[in-house]
């Protein structure tokens, strides 16, 4: 492909992925999401395809999306499909009750608006989220998807009795089709080590290079960036600080993965003219399914960048590594938030398992490490993370060094003014974050008590947690393309 014609079709996917991602209501309108669901009925994946269409309205729109919105079209179109049959009087009665079911059942997953009216769009596809992964983390949301399940299981049987068939020609919605020159990475080629790789793919994706990965990992010498401003005012939670850039040729001087950074491949994006930095809330936009780190999103400012969930999520996608066996991997899922990976079990991630340590066992590349507030995966081990050679007695466990240990980590963080996307040696990276501190102190003091008793110990803590995948066949996926992934696809 000669520059020209490269560069005329990095303009029009480019334009194209705006309007894919633009808010207006008539990609993926009510109707179209409430003709997605009645078609739906009758195919295997049936509970899946109506949780696809309700993300799909909800993520588009940036709204919050209530029963009332959307009862009269699901009504109009499960009585247009029914209407198509030839049903004697005792199946009549059956497509009234499965019309009454399908209805149930979209109020049911859309309740919290209704109890909670405050929530913005984002709490609700998260709610949705808990939904489909049978989070087990309150009674109500336990209630909630056994009543949902419960539901899908009465259709499903109507659907049957009823004679209905798939009317579905793809398992997608109609938007979620992956772009040209995108494509997953199929299963088959499956690294040993998904996550891992997910994150470099990310990582390398963010900077439109290769090189970045090869860079020594951030230390107390790293110098800040430069041209990035924190705002006076919060995010909406109260909790993040809001950032802008203040001053772009200082950014590109002084970011430690930007300022040498070279674009001499046809497909790579000349990021430095809007690059990333840490944006608290920030998230990929979701482009015909694939992720897309290069379009505003989610809750943060109108710089670009991801906040630390969303890089640990992203990279779980990239990496075609599922969270739950039976649920396919899903673009949305990058919507979710850090404290779901404190426990694996609890937020239904029946793929991850809160780890265990032994004398012959501590934490490996790809464990995710999470607190209320941050979460990150661990990049590279050391002989001795932990520093426990240098103990002596059991009763030094509970004095460990931080300083020695030996891990380097991968996150977005506000470290060095705002950098985002980064990789960290921990043992300085652990001085600014004191929640992260007492994580990895108290995982290394369960490896060092592990090691005196010659014993196994799976640490479960209500404000931290390591989780890691499990990696059994049923827990690998094709991974969910990113957008301008061709730029850096040598560096696999």
Known sequence: MNQKVSVVLKVSFLLGSIFLTSCSPHRFSTEQASQHISEALGCDDFQSQVFDAIYEVIDQDRKPLKFQEIENKIDKNISKLLAEKNFNSRQVNLSYSLNLKMKELIKTLLQQMELHPELNWKAQIQSLIEYEMQDMSSENIIETHKKINKLTAEITQLSSDLNISCGRTTTTTPSLTPIPNEQPIEVNSQPANGLFHGMNRIFATAYQSCDVLNLPDLDSKTPAVQGITILSEMHSDNIGRKRVISSLPAVIKTHYYLKDSKFTDNHCLSIKNNPLIYDYGGEPAITQGALNLF?????????????????????????GIKYKAKVPNKAIFVRQNSSKFINAQTSGFDCFENISVWPENSINVGDIVAVKGHTLTIDKVGKDPFGLSEVTT??????????????????????????????????????????????????????????????????????????RHKKTQECLANTIPIVGQECVKSCW
């Open 394 to 467: 059991i009763s030094d466990c509970s004095q460990l060094n931080f300083k020695k240990f030996d891990i380097t980590i991968a996150q977005s963080s506000p470290s060095k003014n705002g950098i985002g996307i980064n990789k960290y040696k921990v043992n300085d990276y652990l001085t600014e974050s004191v929640k992260m501190r007492t994580a990895f102190l108290q995982m290394g003091y369960y490896s060092c008590i592990a090691k005196f008793k010659n014993q196994k110990i799976t640490p479960i803590n209500t404000e931290w947690g390591f989780i």
């Open 295 to 319: 379009l505003n999103a989610g809750s943060g400012t109108k710089v670009l960048g991801i906040d630390c969930s969303a890089y640990v999520m992203a990279g779980i996608l990239a990496g």
